[in-house]
């Protein structure tokens, strides 16, 4: 079971905690902290979305912008022999460094 649910770009994973007959779940890859519960999947999805609304609602109300779960942006820190041969390689493929490694993720995935 994929224990995930999705809303706006925004991933809460959950799990079932027997003690209170309910899903519990919290929103992945934020540094602020984004809770959801439920007694039904479709109660959990309901305060998945009332959560997420809530939470950008507080942040227009504070005149700050919501963090966003992933900007498409990362470092990778790599070995230079590594670097040297990724570069050779999406030169040889006619691509940026970046569009190579992108195509290479996305087919590992």
């Excluded at 995930?4 to 079932?16: D, E, P």
């Excluded at 934020?30 to 305060?47: C, K, N, T, W």
């Amino acid at each position: 079971m994929n224990n995930t649910l999705n809303y706006k770009g925004y991933i809460g994973r959950f799990s079932y905690e027997e003690g209170d007959e309910a899903f519990h779940g919290t929103v992945l890859n934020l540094r602020d902290v984004i809770h959801f519960q439920g007694r039904s999947i479709a109660e959990l999805r309901q305060s998945l979305q009332d959560s997420v609304d809530d939470y950008l609602a507080w942040c227009a109300a504070d005149g700050r912008a919501p963090e966003k779960p992933f900007t498409g942006k990362f470092i990778l820190r790599l070995p230079p022999e590594l670097h040297r041969k990724a570069t050779a390689r999406a030169q040889l493929e006619g691509l940026s460094l970046n569009q190579w490694i992108a195509e290479v993720l996305e087919k590992a995935t």
